[in-house]
Structure formats: C-alpha cells, structure tokens
C-alpha cells in the first residue's frame, strides 16, 4: 500500500443527499507521485475530485490535508495549494498573460515566459489571445496557470479527454515531470492505456465505494475482475 | 378633464377632447379591421382599460396630491408600488433565487438614493404631489432592466460554470470569480438607457416634457423639468440593476465560495 499521506478521507459520502454517488470512501492517499483515480462512467471520480479542493463538499464523513480538516481550511487558500486543471480548460479573456494574472496579477513577463518553457510551450506564446490556442496548447496553459499559484498538489479532472494523442502525450509528460518535481498528481482517468503509461498508484472507485487502492502492479493480481478491467492488467 | 403635473400648470381638454383623441384608436382599429389584422378587439380592450386604469390612478391621486394630507399616504402609496413592482419581477425572473425580496430591496434603495437626491437637494419639494409620481418613475423604469439584469446573471452562472469555477480553482474569491459576468450583466442592462438617454430630443421628444408643454408650461422649463426626470431614470436603474445583480451574485455561491446548482 502507498505510504504519507496527503489527504485522508474517512467514510466520505457526497453527491445529493437524498442519493449520494460517494457512500463510504475511506483512503489515505500518496502525497508524492502520480494517483489515478479510475471507475465506470458516474462512479463519482470526478466528484471525488472537486470535494479535494472544496469545489463541493461532502454530505457526510470527513476530509483532511495533511491533518488539517478541510472544512477548516478557507477554500481559496487551499484552492491555491491545490491546484486543479479540467477535462475542458477553461479559457479567461484576452492573452496568455491576461490568464496568468487570474492566477497571479503581480506576474511578470519573465516570469510568464519561464512558466509557459517549464509546461513545453514557447514562449512566443505569452501575447496570443488564449481563445486561439490548440487543444493541447490550452490544457498545457491551464496547467502553467494553475503553477503560478506554487500548489503542492495538482487535480486532473480527465484533462486528455478532449485532445489528439500527440497532445495527450505531452500532458501526461508534463504531469510526469511536475510528480518529479514533487507535486503530487491526482489524475481521473477512464483510460487504460493512460492508467498504464501513468499510474504509481491507483483508486478503483466502483459503485460509490473504492474498490481497491494500491500500486498499480499490486493491482495487476487483484481478486476482483471489474478492477483488473479497469485497470488494464494483463491476462 | 384635469391634469396636474407637477404643479406647475393646469390644461383641461374636456370630455369633447377625450373622446376626439378616444377617434384615434378607431383609426387603428379601421385599419386592423382593413388589412385582416384581427386586433380589433385587442386594441379596444387596451385602450379601454387604460382608460378605466389612469382613471383609478387619477381619482387615487387626488387622495396624495392634497398638500393639506398627510405623507403617509404617500407612503402607503410608495409601499404598494414597491411591492407590486417586486411581485412582477418575481413573476418575469422566477427563476432567481430570492427573488421578491432582492428586487423589494433594490427598488427601495433606489428610491432612497435618487429621490434622496432629489428631495435633499430641494430639486422638488417633498410633497405627495412629488413624491408618488417621481418614485413610479424610479421603479417603472427600473424594472425591464432589473428583470434583464437578474435573467443575464443566472444565465452566465449556468453557461459559464466552466470559467467561473475556474477562477475559483485558483483561488480568487467568489466575488472575483464572478465579476467579469456581473460587469458584462449591468452593461447589457444598463447600455439601452444610455443609448436612449443620448439620443432623447433627437429621435423622440420625452413624454414628461411633451405633456408639460402641452399643459401649457413654457418649453424652457419643460426642458428643465425632463432633464432631471432623466438624470432619475438613469440614477435609478444603475442603482436598482446594482443592487439586484450584487444580491443575486451572493445568492450564488454558499459560504464556502462555491458555485450552487440552480
């Protein structure tokens, strides 16, 4: 089982209270490297997802980050700690660096150049208009945007989904490199063949419960067969 | 028949006049009946209540405009206009959360803060003679755009979700989040009132200033008069769109700075 934890949830259930999509999550997960969260279409990945950085919050249970509640934390100091990029990228008006003030209005130019380098993307880039962007350029974008807030864990709500496989590639390179500079990377997927380029460590969320949690190779031999399905494993 | 506007001047055009101005609405209906329109009846039903309708007002009227009356009815007055205003808007927007007592409360304030001008400058005297028909200005004015306002709001909640939380991921504020909607909102709302306050004179002579004149009050003054009737158009539906989009943009979002599903 993975090690340190960064959040821990306990008995989390959430949704509409009257029928929630997460019933009984409890889990420590990593706080270094690269967790994906896989499960069948409405399983609750991505709501899972917006409760770690209080988009929603839970109808029941409890959350904390590093021992602190969450429903202690004011939201947009966590928000900032705990950057979160979307399966659309949400694109502000006007420049790059028009967006990159959203998240930092002090930022610089040099500083806005060195960002857009630090995801793969040139740093040309930083006066177009954020609307002519590619797909793959905007979600590389998102993730410099979400950088410049200094977070200590990023959230990958299926930010591939939508992009060609080249650009696909460089995403999961850049959450690659952002894990080995010590951003711990919690990336949804529904993608086996990205869980197997991608994963040190997997959630398995079936039915509103997890299913299973570990290494991706511990999870190769797991019992039940939704799991290894999901996960791509071997036969 | 007599009119009172302001004080300022008495016109009669007499029952003869009514009914001769009353030929008007046959020529529409000669024309509606001429081209197969099928508005006869419309247009009759329209003209006849408004008839029935500014004759109640006219006959209420009489009971504020008295300065030997007291204020309060007046303010009785001010108080059924405000709240049938907010009932009408809660009917146009119903959709908006909080409705009827966000847009209660933003007529109000406008009316405190433009007729507080008004009345504190002693542009008008305060009297029930100004007092009724300045605040049915304020909130009769206000109201088209106070609905447009409300409706751009929860529109840009819903199909802007994406961004907003987006700048919520980051960490803004709730009320940073959402400002470039809020701001796009009152534009939108506020733009139409611009427009036709810079064209008045030039595309259509404005109804205070018409009806004055042809009461009989000297165009110079009628001008005048007009003048400050916009400046109180303009004053309240910025700060009746104000209020209501600064309501509904709390209602929103819960405490923990979220997007609520409406």
Known sequence: ?235 | MSVALFGMDRADIGLAGLAASGGLIAVGVGISFWRGLGLERSLLWAALRALIQLLIVGWALQLVVDPNDSLIWSGVWLLFMLAFAAWTTAQRAAEVPKVFALSLLAYALSGVVTLGVLFGFQVYELEGRTIVPLAGIVVGNSLSATVLVSRQILEAASEQRGVIEGRLALGLSARDAFQPHLQRALRTALVPQIETTKAVGIVALPGAMVGLILAGVDPADAVMVQISVMYLVLGSVATTTTVMSLGISRELFTSAQQLRRL
């Open chain 1, 1 to 235: 089982m993975a090690s340190s934890t960064g959040f821990s949830l306990l008995e989390v259930a959430a949704g509409p209270a009257e029928a929630p999509i997460l019933t009984d999550i409890t889990v420590d997960l990593p706080e270094h490297g690269i967790t994906v969260i896989v499960g069948p279409s409405g399983s609750g990945k991505s709501t899972l997802l917006r409760l770690l950085n209080r988009l929603d919050d839970p109808v029941g249970g409890a959350i904390t980050w590093r021992d602190e509640a969450l429903s202690a934390m004011p939201p947009p100091t966590l928000r900032r700690q705990v950057g979160t990029i979307f399966q659309r990228a949400p694109l502000f008006e006007g420049s790059v660096l028009d967006n990159f003030r959203v998240a930092d209005p002090e930022v610089s130019g040099e500083r806005g150049r060195h960002v857009l380098e630090h995801v793969g993307l040139s740093a040309g880039l930083l006066d177009r208009d954020a609307a002519t962007l590619s797909g793959g350029e905007a979600q590389r974008m998102c993730v410099a945007r979400a950088l410049l807030t200094r977070p200590e864990v990023l959230l990958a709500d299926e930010p591939t989904a939508a992009l060609d496989i080249d650009a696909r590639i460089a995403v999961e390179g850049l959450a690659r490199q952002l894990a080995d500079e010590g951003i711990a990377v919690l990336w949804v997927s529904h993608d086996t063949d990205q869980v197997r380029r991608l994963a040190d460590h997997v959630l398995a969320i079936v039915d509103g419960k997890v299913a299973a949690f570990g290494h991706l190779s511990e999870l190769d031999t797991h019992a039940d067969p939704i799991v290894r399905r999901l996960i791509g494993a071997p036969a």
